[in-house]
C-alpha cells in the first residue's frame, strides 16, 4: 500500500490530496503539493523526481484516470494550459502533449521525438491517459491453450533462440496423435482458445496445416482457434505454389477464426536483411494480413525490439500497422515482443533494460490510437515489471496459457516460469490497482 510508504504527517497530507482530487479539484492540489517540494507538476512526473514524488505520481495518474470522462477531459484540458508555460518540457514535446491530451493524432516524426527524449515519467502518463480512455482501469485477460508444434525450422534466424534443425538433441515435432494427447489433457480446463504456433519445418505443408486444425475443431467444436503466422502462411504457399487466398480458403473452410502476430520482426529492409533475408518481406507480411482481414479474419499484430533496430525503424514500423489498421480494423490487439539474447546468435548485444521496454510500451500505446489492446506476456519481463506496464499503456495479460511460449518460458538464471491459474490472474492484476476482466478472443467480457 502507498499509505505504507509514507511518515504519519505524508500519509495525512496524501488522503487530503486523495479526497480533493475526488472533487475534481486534482492538477490544482498537485500543483500545490509540488510547490510545497519545490518541484513543477512536470518533474513531480517525471523518472527523476524525488522519491516521495514517485511514489504519489502512480495515485496521482491512476486516480485521474479512473475518474469519468469528463474529469478526465477537464484535467487534460488544464494539463494544456499548464504545459505551454511549463520551462521543463522542450517546446516540441509540449506540442506533442497536447495533441495526445485533446485527442489528436500524432505523427511518424512525434513518435520519434518521445522515443528519443520524452521523460519516461511523461510518456507513462500520456500512455495511460489513453489506455484508460479505451478500457478504463481494466486489464483482460483469456484462457488459452498455447501449443508449439515444432522447433524445427527451415529458417535460421539469427535473433532466434529456439529454433533447431532435424536430429539436433533438442529439437521436436508432435506428430498430430501427440497434438490430441495435449489438447484431450487441457479438456477440463476452461480453455477457451487454442494458439498454434512454432517454426517452419521443411516437411509440414498446407495439408498438415488443415489436418491440424481439423482434430482441434472435431475435439473442441466451439473453441477459437488462433492459428500460424503470416510466416508460417507465407512458407506452405511458397512450398506449395499457391497463393494466398488459397491457403486462406483452405484454413478457413476447416475452422480458423484469427492469425497469430508472428513474423512481423521489424518491417524496415535494412533490418529485414539482417534478421532473416529468406523469410517474407515486410510488406509481404502486411499483404497477408490485408488478405485475411478482407476476408472477415482477424488477426494481432507484434513487433520484435531490442536488437539492431534503432527508434526510426520502430516508429516506422508501427506506422506501417496504424495505416493498415485505418484501412482494415482488423488487428486485435499490438504485441511488442522483447528480444532474448539466451542461445541466439545475437547474444552479444545484451538485453534492453527495463525503462526502454517501458518507454518501448508507452509510445506503442501513444502512437497506436486505432487499436485499443497492448499486450504483454509476462514471464517475458518479470511479474513486477509487468505489474508496473499496466501504468505504460498495457491493457491485456498473457502468460497465463498452458504450455507458454518456450521462447519466455525459462527467466535469466534458469527459473521455469509456471502459468498463472484463473485466481492468482486475477490477484496479479488486483494488486496493481487494476479491474480484472475474463475475455473471450475477441475482447468481449465473459
Not at 97 to 120: F, H
Not at 261 to 276: C, W
Not at 302 to 328: A, F, P, V, W
Request: aromatic letters at 10%.
Amino acid at each position: 500500500m502507498v499509505e505504507e510508504c509514507l511518515p504519519q504527517e505524508e500519509q495525512k497530507e496524501e488522503k487530503n490530496f486523495l479526497f480533493l482530487t475526488r472533487q475534481s479539484i486534482r492538477l490544482n492540489k498537485t500543483l500545490q503539493y509540488c510547490e510545497s517540494k519545490g518541484s513543477s507538476f512536470t518533474f513531480f512526473l517525471s523518472s527523476q523526481g524525488p522519491a516521495i514524488s514517485a511514489i504519489l505520481r502512480v495515485k496521482i495518474v491512476s486516480l485521474a484516470c479512473n475518474s469519468s470522462k469528463l474529469e478526465l477531459a477537464a484535467m487534460n484540458l488544464n494539463l494544456f494550459d499548464f504545459y505551454k508555460n511549463d520551462q521543463l518540457i522542450p517546446p516540441a514535446l509540449r506540442l506533442i502533449s497536447s495533441k495526445v491530451l485533446l485527442g489528436k493524432r500524432i505523427t511518424p516524426e512525434d513518435g520519434l521525438a518521445l522515443y528519443q527524449s520524452a521523460p519516461l515519467g511523461l510518456l507513462a502518463y500520456l500512455a495511460d491517459s489513453i489506455n484508460q480512455q479505451k478500457n478504463g482501469g481494466k486489464v483482460f485477460y483469456n484462457t488459452s491453450l498455447h501449443v508449439e508444434l515444432t522447433n524445427i525450422c527451415y529458417y535460421s534466424c539469427p535473433f532466434c533462440s529456439v529454433y533447431k534443425k532435424d536430429k539436433d538433441e533438442e529439437s521436436w515435432n508432435l506428430t498430430l496423435k501427440e497434438l490430441a494427447e495435449i489438447l484431450h489433457r487441457n479438456g477440463d480446463k476452461g480453455i477457451t482458445e487454442v494458439v498454434i504456433s512454432g517454426a517452419c519445418h521443411p516437411d509440414h505443408n498446407l495439408d498438415h496445416y488443415v489436418a491440424v486444425v481439423e482434430m482441434i475443431r472435431r475435439i473442441f467444436p466451439k473453441i477459437h482457434i488462433k492459428a500460424f503466422s503470416a510466416t508460417d502462411l507465407h512458407f506452405v504457399a511458397k512450398k506449395g505454389r499457391m497463393n494466398m487466398q488459397q491457403v486462406f480458403k483452405k484454413l478457413h473452410s476447416v475452422g480458423i477464426n484469427s492469425l497469430t502476430g508472428g513474423g512481423a520482426e521489424i518491417f524496415h529492409p535494412e533490418v529485414r536483411e539482417k534478421l532473416g533475408p529468406e523469410k517474407l518481406t515486410g510488406d509481404e507480411w502486411l499483404n497477408i494480413h490485408e488478405m485475411a482481414h478482407s476476408l472477415g479474419i482477424k488477426t494481432n499484430a507484434s513487433m520484435l525490439y531490442g536488437h539492431i533496430e534503432s527508434y526510426k525503424h520502430r516508429i516506422e514500423h508501427l506506422n506501417e500497422l496504424r495505416l493498415l489498421q485505418d484501412r482494415t480494423t482488423g488487428f486485435l490487439s499490438f504485441i511488442p515482443l522483447k528480444y532474448k539474447k539466451e542461445n541466439s546468435n545475437l547474444a552479444s548485444l545484451g538485453e534492453v533494460p527495463l525503462v526502454e521496454d517501458l518507454r518501448n510500451f508507452a509510445v506503442a500505446r501513444i502512437f497506436l490510437d486505432n487499436i485499443d489492446h497492448l499486450v504483454v506476456y509476462w514471464p517475458m519481463i518479470g511479474k513486477e515489471a509487468t505489474q508496473l506496464s499496466f501504468n505504460f499503456g498495457i491493457s491485456d495479460l498473457s502468460g497465463i496459457a498452458e504450455n507458454p511460449a518456450r521462447i519466455y518460458s525459462t527467466s535469466k538464471d534458469g527459473k521455469v516460469f509456471t502459468p498463472f491459474t484463473v485466481s492468482e490472474t486475477r490477484t496479479f492484476i488486483e494488486q496493481a490497482g487494476k479491474i480484472p476482466v475474463e475475455r473471450n478472443s475477441y475482447y468481449k467480457s465473459i
